[in-house]
């Protein structure tokens, strides 16, 4: 059984061909026009584009998503008027994420704002519960989409919004979306100055902005609607971090926050003593697959949160991807019930849950049950570096020194190496070197390959085995705590075999008889097992972004962007009890 969505089409269609909520019995947009109520009642309610002129960075939140044409408007005015080298921010909420095919049947009506809403439609998520992210580059602008109840949403998110473009079906049919307590959530989550514009005049919502903290001004209207409200918050906009940031250590951290901070318009320079990937980053190949737990907690959000991402990203960049779809093979006697219920959970909708004959058939070998996987992926590493890992280079790090709000750089034979107002480790194994305070085990993995034979289709079993970018394929890895050696070693090989050998025994007689090459490296672990992203502790200006273990090429793309915007003081992709499990301050 795979995971389903978890929400049902919300949409029905009106003879004028108009889209209406089949959940509350209002329609998604104006009769009379649609997009022209957009600029009318939210962009000019909100004082755009004037409100963003010589702004570097500029926020926008919504409350009712619909079918995307209050963002495909605000895209498109951006794209027409942004300030140079300004990037936009948007939140919006969707508790019933309607299906692409529906919206593309509405926004398919102005031809205007064709590439605005083409680049949402190409982007355009499951209905898991989750923070979506879409990149939207042709328009120097991200969006985060939270699939979920507002009241949750905005709890759940770290923003501050200049504008905010209320847009809820009608309060007497909806009245949740427009309560005190949400119209306070509004407030809180808002920047000095920050506007706010909807359609409805509604006493109560009007209300509850003004006792949010709002002044609320009723407006002329737009179509039949003979008035609107405008509402502002007390307040001066603040500029926008941009501080000059130095990131330590070229794996698939590093990388990943190279591609982040470029992505929301920040600049860094990439320390790294050897070539990208050098470290544990660097086999010829690697598995993009999450954890899975059978609860549906921050934890499995987290994971779940961040195979999307990955997937999404490592999709962007050419030749990257060299495999779709894994096993994931029964190896604990816990496995089987917890399967079936990962498989239901509507976290995840790809998803199979296979029987022992469905998994050895995949396999061409006998075989215990598990999960198919449809959106994991195996990687080039080496592409995904030489994509990622580029911009502005220095050398080896020595050691780091206060100065002044930020750090000051020191290379090997004490040459000074600049002066950052932000910091970051991504130094993987050799973390506690420039942080001795650091709570972290090392980890010897020793992975082992062949150009000579190809596995039937990426399985993990407890280890894993992946084709690599030669026809070929990776298989293991050891796990030694607290061993620091990197020798490539003959009996590790051994121990690869055998762990293959007990899900894959015919696929592991094959590779026995063939030449092996391998390679060993180091990994810096937490004692929850958990990554660290975030600040760390006492030591302004200093980030950590490492102890990714087995899921790095996982979890890394979206723990970047996370740090990336605590670094900008920009809106993070995470929700907050996910940046929790990640953050450095709980060690």
């Known amino acids: 059984m795979s ?37 009318a009642v939210y962009l000019n309610g909100c004082g755009l584009p004037q409100g963003w002129a010589g702004r570097s ?42 299906p692409r095919d529906d919206a593309a049947r509405a926004l398919a009506r102005w031809p205007s704002i064709a590439p605005a809403a083409q680049a949402l439609l190409t982007a355009w998520p499951p209905a898991t519960p989750l923070f979506h992210r ?30 905010w473009l209320l847009d809820g079906f009608s309060p007497a049919l909806n009245p949740a979306m427009w309560s005190p307590e949400l119209m306070l959530a509004v407030a809180e989550r808002s920047a000095p100055g920050a506007r706010a514009a909807t359609f409805t005049v509604a006493g109560s919502v009007r209300q509850a ?48 926050l190279m591609r982040a901070l470029s992505a929301i318009g920040l600049q860094a320079v990439l320390f790294e003593t050897d070539a990208p990937g050098a470290g544990a980053s660097g086999n010829p190949a690697a598995l993009v697959m999450p954890g899975f737990d059978a609860g549906e907690g921050p934890r499995a959000r987290l994971f779940a949160h961040a195979q999307q991402r990955a997937t999404a990203l490592y999709g962007q960049v050419p030749c990257a991807v060299i495999g779709r779809g894994a096993l994931q093979l029964e190896a604990t006697e816990r496995d089987p019930a917890r399967f079936e219920k990962v498989a239901v959970s509507p976290l995840f909708v790809s998803l199979t849950r296979l029987s022992p004959q469905e998994s050895g058939a995949r396999l061409c070998e006998p075989a215990v049950g598990g999960l198919a996987i449809a959106d994991a992926i195996v990687v080039d590493p080496a ?4 994509a990622w890992a580029c911009g502005d280079r220095g050398g080896t790090v020595a050691d780091m020194r206060p100065d002044g709000a930020g750090w000051r750089l020191i290379g090997a034979e004490d040459q000074d190496l600049g002066a ?34 190809r596995p039937p289709m990426p399985a993990a079993f407890g280890g894993y085995v992946i084709p690599t970018p030669d026809g070929g394929l990776l298989f293991g890895a050891t796990h030694d705590r607290g061993d620091t050696d990197e020798t490539l070693r003959l009996a590790d090989h051994d121990r690869n075999l055998a762990l293959l050998a007990k899900s894959m025994p015919i696929l592991a007689a094959r590779v026995a008889s063939l030449p092996l090459q391998g390679r060993a490296r180091r990994r810096a672990a937490t004692p929850d097992r958990m990554p660290l992203a975030g600040a760390v502790p006492e030591k302004d ?42 953050d450095p301050a709980r060690l």
């Open 3 to 39: 995971g389903e969505a978890p929400n049902p089409t919300p949409v029905q269609w009106r003879a004028d061909g108009a889209p209406q909520s089949a959940l509350y019995g209002d329609v998604y947009f104006s009769s009379d026009d649609g997009l022209a109520e957009s600029r």
């Open 57 to 98: 960075s500029f926020t926008v939140a919504e409350l009712g998503f619909g079918t995307g044409l209050n963002i495909a408007a605000l895209l498109t005015l951006w794209r027409e008027t942004r300030p140079p080298g300004g990037h936009l921010h948007i939140f919006s909420v969707e508790a019933h994420l309607m």
């Open 134 to 163: 879409f990149d939207l580059l042709e328009f120097d602008a991200t969006l985060d989409l939270a699939v979920m109840d507002a009241a949750q949403a905005l709890a759940s998110w770290n923003g501050r919004a200049d504008a």
């Open 209 to 256: 902005l003004a006792d949010a903290g709002f002044a609320v001004e009723r407006c002329p209207g737009f179509g039949r609607k003979r008035q609107r409200l405008e509402a502002v918050l007390p307040g001066l906009p603040t500029s926008a971090n941009s501080p000059k940031v130095a990131v330590i250590g070229a794996g698939i951290a590093g990388a990943s």
């Open 383 to 386: 592409a995904v570096f030489s």
């Open 420 to 453: 950052f107002e932000a910091v970051v480790l991504a130094t993987g194994a050799d973390l506690g070197g420039l942080w001795p305070g650091a709570t972290v085990q090392s980890v010897r993995g020793q992975a082992s390959w062949t150009a000579e034979a």
């Open 541 to 582: 200006g200093l980030y950590v972004l490492g102890c990714l273990g087995s899921r790095g090429f996982c979890t890394a793309p979206l723990l970047a962007e996370h740090l990336a915007a605590l670094i900008a003081d920009a809106p993070s992709p995470l929700p907050n009890d996910e940046a929790a499990l990640v």
